[in-house]
């Protein structure tokens, strides 16, 4: 290894899959903003490569990525694999995302790292779904893993789960500059996708799995503005529930006026196009689509879920309503259909705020931090 590299602090990040699932855009984005006069940063993916924008933008950055093309299922012969490329980076710092620590913490638990880090990307208890995977995170914790929280209700579910306290909490951060202005104009990407330009789009970013609860949503607009010609309902994504969500829009005789456009990479010009935001969770971490789309200026309507509230200021930058709520969510959809200047002062009000807190580096500075104390501890 070259002299200047021996210098610098070697972080590995292990992750799932550069895909376009949150947890993996957070680990991409510290691996692009990391100061390369201090740290020389890697990533191994568990599966594939797929040929995403994520991939080809690490690639073109010159941030070398292995993957171990893992299919579907515990597969040992990954955890080998993962085991021989962390012996040939010599992490200094292993940073875990999803359900890789489980894939990454053997060698872990068998080398001396100096510094171990786990973000927990949703509610403890939602992270994983089986038990093993909640005592190997245990284990992990007990054997010097430091978890990271991106939200206080996620980190309330770390206590609540894992039964300790010690650990930080570091919100995510987006590139929000990215969302502010789009390379096609809102007009023409309209045009192209066959809206007129005083239709009304709400838009839904996020995979139709049922933590996103994609139904109520739909449900919501058709007791709401799906009385009036003009207001169109989009969602972004794609997932297990398609079949189903297809159906009841057959059902509700919504062909018209309900799209689903699948998965897309040109989000900020969806963005740009649309008019209101909304988000039906369940439960959630701290999404990065909510914190996109008030980076593009949009008025939002989300359910006051996980760390929801904190990004979003109910009545000044959208409508929080409760989860499972249909007849609330209705309503205020209703509500931002017919006051254009609600969702132009909230609109406004998003963009402030997601200048003032959400971009990149109050997430890359506090996460360098840790990983020096790590290591200086270690």
């Known amino acids: 290894m070259p002299r200047e590299l021996e210098r ?25 903003t990391s100061d390369r006069k201090e740290f020389d940063v890697g990533a191994i993916s568990l599966r594939g490569p ?29 955890l080998a694999w993962v085991a021989r490329t962390m012996a040939h980076f010599r992490p200094q710092v292993v940073h875990t995302h999803t359900y890789a620590l489980l894939y990454a913490f053997p060698y872990m638990l068998c080398h001396r790292i100096p510094a171990m880090v786990h973000t927990v990307h949703n509610l403890a208890e939602r992270e994983i779904d089986n038990w093993s995977g909640h005592l190997i995170r245990r284990i992990a914790f007990w054997r010097g893993v430091l978890p990271v929280a991106i939200a206080r209700e996620v980190a309330d579910s770390v206590r609540r789960v894992y039964g300790i306290d010690d650990f930080p909490l570091i919100p995510n951060g987006i590139p929000v500059d990215t969302f502010r202005g789009s390379s096609i104009d809102r007009e023409r990407w309209r045009d192209k996708e066959g809206f007129a330009p005083t239709d009304v789009l709400f838009v ?10 994609p139904a109520l949503l739909l449900e919501a607009f058709h007791r709401g503005p799906a009385s009036e010609p003009q207001a169109h309902l989009l969602f972004v994504g794609r997932g297990a529930l398609k079949s189903e969500l297809e159906r009841q829009i057959g059902a ?57 509230p904190e ?46 807190r959400f971009d990149l580096r109050v997430m890359t500075e506090p996460y360098e931090s840790l990983y020096r104390t790590a290591i200086a501890r270690g």
């Open 8 to 32: 610098l602090i070697r972080v590995l990040h292990v992750v799932a899959g550069f895909g376009a699932g949150g947890a993996e855009r957070v680990a991409a984005n510290l691996l692009r």
């Open 50 to 78: 797929f040929g995403t924008d994520v991939e080809q933008t690490l690639a073109q950055e010159g941030i070398p990525v292995w993957y171990m093309g893992k299919e579907r299922g515990f597969d040992p012969l990954v």
């Open 204 to 213: 839904c970013v996020a995979g139709l799995r049922p933590q996103k609860n």
């Open 252 to 308: 509700l005789g919504l062909q018209e006026r309900v799209r689903l456009l699948g998965l897309r990479w040109n989000i900020p010009e969806i963005l740009n196009a649309a008019d209101v935001f909304v988000m039906g969770s369940d439960y959630e971490g701290n999404p990065l689509s909510v914190m996109e789309a008030m980076a593009a200026g949009k008025s939002m309507i989300c359910t006051a879920v996980g760390g929801v």
């Open 311 to 356: 990004l979003v200021e109910d009545g000044e930058c959208g409508l929080l309503v409760p989860p499972r709520d249909v007849k609330a969510l209705a309503g205020a959809m209703r509500y931002m259909l017919e006051s254009p200047k609600a969702r132009k002062s909230m609109g406004e009000a998003s963009a402030r705020r997601a200048v003032e």
